[in-house]
């Protein structure tokens, strides 16, 4: 069954400090793999998603995110983060086969940014 | 793009009372929808696949007869709670893959925040 691991559970940051955090999974075949964030008191909403191609994705609000096959892994980056990120990011992966595309999500990262 | 609706977004409950809750696809037909649990401060776990015209496939753990769930037709799923309890209180999200995207890409619904008395 796939699983999805990440590393930090909570990161805090001064404002324009990079980030990074580390997302792996475990499936075999073809996977798609998504960012989520995740703002105090609201519902999910997606960073950026890889499918194919360029292994190295940007998202939306500055984020980015490179698929490393080998590894499988998929880290999430910012070179500059703001005060408004502070929020709780889902890396997530789906088998986009037959296996009926559900979703599987990490246990979650919470990001807190001083400012 | 797509839009995914749930309906309500909060509902409160005293224990041992029943509660539905709608996930619709606005924009597109999806005979499969998911359906999660997050509890607070912790990951989104997936509790069922709805399958529209069969029954839900359940992950482990989740109990079939607590949490009923009906596929009435290609943009409609509900979730109900039977004789809820406290310890169901939790924010419930649907999603649904759209068949007109790139590898049916997932859309997710704003979630329902359950609370019970």
Known sequence: ?115 | GAVVSQHPSRVICKSGTSVKIECRSLDFQATTMFWYRQFPKQSLMLMATSNEGSKATYEQGVEKDKFLINHASLTLSTLTVTSAHPEDSSFYICSAPNPGTVRNEQFFGPGTRLTVL
Do not use: M
Not at chain 1, 2 to 28: D, F, P
Not at chain 1, 80 to 103: M, R
């Open chain 1, 1 to 115: 069954a796939q699983s999805v691991s990440q590393h930090n559970h909570h990161v805090i940051l001064s404002e324009a400090a990079s980030l990074e955090l580390g997302c792996n999974y475990s499936y075999g075949g073809t996977v798609n793999l998504f960012w989520y964030v995740q703002y105090p008191g609201q519902h999910l909403q997606l960073l950026l998603k890889y499918f194919s191609g360029d292994p190295l994705v940007k998202g939306i609000k500055g984020f980015e995110a490179e698929f490393i096959k080998s590894k499988f892994s998929f880290n999430l980056r910012k070179p500059s983060v703001q005060w408004s990120d502070t929020a709780e990011y889902f890396c997530a992966v789906n088998t986009g086969d037959t296996g009926g595309f559900k979703t599987i999500f990490g246990a979650g990262t919470r990001l807190f940014v001083k400012a």
